[in-house]
């Protein structure tokens, strides 16, 4: 008897270990990092710094690098948490029209 009690418990305990890890991978791939690049009208410095101080703060955004010569935004955000129609409106509510570009590699 103590045995099967043993077996029954060795059981559950790794059916709970082998559901947990295939939680987990499963919530890790439905989190993608996506790369984007927005032409933005932007020309001096404190519009730049207007950007870099709010933009961050936006769900899902990553990393992002401003480019004042080229007038551009390049981000890196999660597309579980947001995606590219509500990064455009959140540099249009900063005063700034956004479109994206295609950057060639």
Do not use: H
């Not at 703060?57 to 551009?72: Q, S």
Request: charged share 35%; with cysteine; aromatic share 6%.
């Amino acid at each position: 008897m103590k045995n099967i009690i043993k077996s029954i418990s060795l059981l559950l305990v790794a059916s709970i270990f082998i559901f947990t890890n295939t939680a987990n991978a499963q919530s890790k791939k439905s989190s993608k990092d996506v790369e984007i690049t927005f032409s933005v009208d932007i020309d001096c410095p404190s519009c730049k710094k207007k950007l870099e101080d709010k933009l961050p703060f936006e769900a899902g955004v990553k990393d992002l690098k401003i480019n004042l010569e080229e007038r551009t935004i390049w981000m890196k955000y999660d597309s579980s948490k947001t995606d590219k129609v509500k990064l455009v409106k959140a540099i249009e509510k900063l005063g700034y029209a956004a479109k994206e570009i295609e950057v060639k590699k």
